[in-house]
């Protein structure tokens, strides 16, 4: 009987590599401060920059998620698809996902290039969802239920094993 060769699909690491990656800059896509929040409140402490370990930094990365959260649903909240908000967006989740692969030993360049180019496609889908949804459904409530799921996104990615 012969064994079949070793695949990049049966490598472990490589999945959840890939699976955290995207779920970050999912999570980074729909709200911005999300993906670098989780990754410093969540992530393995041993494995992080020795600032990004302090009380301080836990409270500052959670206040900003939280002011995003609550200026999000401003009317005049900015356009996410301005440059300023693509732009947050694609260095914050390159930046969360490549201290999340560092944290777990994982390779750090993929998978921050990998959340980036998530985060701009995930805020794109999601303006485009919230502009159609808040046709039928107050902007409130669709703000709110985005924001759910960008923190279960970002929850996901940041779990040890996401696939899990």
Same mark, same amino acid.
């Given at each position: 009987?012969?064994?079949?060769?070793?695949?990049?699909?049966?490598?472990?690491?490589?999945?959840?590599?890939?699976?955290?990656?995207?779920?970050?800059?999912?999570?980074?896509?729909?709200?911005?401060?999300?993906?670098?929040?989780?990754? #410093?409140?969540?992530? @393995? @402490?041993?494995?992080?920059?020795?600032?990004?370990?302090?009380?301080?930094?836990?409270?500052? #990365?959670?206040?900003?998620?939280?002011? &995003?959260?609550?200026?999000?649903?401003?009317?005049?909240?900015?356009?996410?698809?301005?440059? %300023?908000?693509?732009?947050?967006?694609? #260095?914050?989740?390159?930046?969360?996902?490549?201290?999340?692969?560092?944290? &777990? %030993?994982?390779?750090?360049?993929?998978?921050? %290039?990998?959340?980036?180019?998530?985060?701009?496609?995930?805020?794109?889908?999601?303006?485009?969802?919230?502009?159609?949804?808040?046709?039928?459904?107050?902007?409130? #409530?669709?703000?709110?239920? &985005?924001?759910?799921?960008?923190?279960?996104?970002?929850?996901?990615?940041?779990?040890?094993?996401?696939?899990?």
């Amino acid at each position: 009987m012969r064994s079949r060769p070793p695949s990049h699909r049966d490598d472990p690491v490589l999945i959840r590599t890939v699976s955290s990656s995207v779920l970050i800059g999912a999570a980074s896509g729909l709200r911005s401060q999300l993906g670098l929040a989780a990754v #410093v409140l969540r992530a @393995n @402490n041993g494995g992080q920059p020795p600032f990004l370990r302090t009380a301080t930094a836990g409270r500052t #990365v959670a206040a900003a998620a939280f002011t &995003e959260l609550l200026v999000d649903k401003s009317p005049r909240a900015p356009d996410r698809l301005r440059p %300023a908000g693509l732009v947050a967006r694609l #260095v914050l989740s390159g930046l969360a996902s490549g201290l999340f692969a560092h944290s &777990e %030993a994982r390779p750090v360049a993929p998978s921050a %290039a990998l959340a980036s180019a998530t985060a701009l496609l995930a805020a794109k889908v999601g303006h485009d969802l919230r502009a159609r949804a808040v046709r039928s459904v107050p902007d409130p #409530v669709v703000a709110v239920a &985005e924001d759910g799921l960008a923190l279960y996104l970002a929850a996901a990615g940041t779990r040890p094993d996401p696939l899990r």
